[in-house]
């Protein structure tokens, strides 16, 4: 994506795609949460297809599923 200033702020948005499990996408949103870094989580999508669900079964991903996040790090801007 492309940086957004705003006024008092600007928006730097980053995607990241990833199999995993609930338990480390929920570990992760942990982490962001105890950043010193301003994180918004813009936009988070889960997939789960039957076929593909079946398919990652087959290679022993059965706890895993494929999830997409935007999310973006603000920077705030001092007034002068």
Known sequence: GRRRNYN??????????VYTS?????????????????????KF??????????AMAKDGLTDKRPMSLEMSTLTLIKQK
């Open 45 to 54: 999508e889960l997939s789960s297809q039957v076929k593909q669900v079946q």
């Open 22 to 42: 609930y338990k480390s996408l929920v570990n992760f949103l942990n982490d962001v949460e105890k950043s010193n870094r301003l994180v918004t989580l813009d």
């Open 8 to 17: 008092t702020y600007v928006a730097t948005p980053y995607a990241v795609e």
